[in-house]
Structures are given as C-alpha cells and as structure tokens.
C-alpha cells in the first residue's frame, strides 16, 4: 500500500518535513518513491508548506493513501 506522509528532516528543535510518497512498510525516514512537496512549522504561513498538487492528485488517483497530518496541511493551508 501506498502512502502519502511526512518524513521529518532538521535538526533538534529545528523540525522541517518532506511530504513523500513512501510504501507503509518503509520507516518514517526511510525509502520514499517521490518527494512532492515539504512542510517547515517554524516560519509563517505563507511561505512553510509547499505541495505539488499535479503530483498529489496522480498519486490519489493510482490509489495512494493520505496521512491524517498531510490531510490537515492540506486543509489549513490549501483551501484558505
């Protein structure tokens, strides 16, 4: 099963996330297929979360899973 998630990057105390496309089976920080965007907590809304919505929607539609945490990026920062 495919999934679409966030894998954590950074240092300590200084999160910054990639949104993959990973295989569930795959550790969090592991192996991904695609990296189709990227999420940074720490600075303002305008400019922390950047996904490719073409990439995003190809991947929904081959059957891949959407993370609750992605799901609510998504919901936050795209449809504002």
């Known amino acids: 099963m495919v999934k679409i998630r966030l894998s954590r990057c950074g240092v300590k105390r ?15 920080d592991g192996r991904f297929i695609e990296r189709i965007g990227f999420y940074n907590p720490i600075i303002d809304k305008g400019n922390s979360v950047y996904i490719n919505i073409d ?18 990026i998504l919901n936050n920062y795209y449809n504002s």
């Not at 539609?61 to 799901?71: I, L, M, N, T």
């Open 14 to 28: 200084k999160p910054f996330y990639h949104v993959v496309v990973t295989d569930v089976r795959n550790p969090r």
């Open 55 to 72: 990439r995003l929607k190809y991947w929904r539609s081959c059957g891949a899973f959407v993370s609750k945490r992605v799901s609510y």
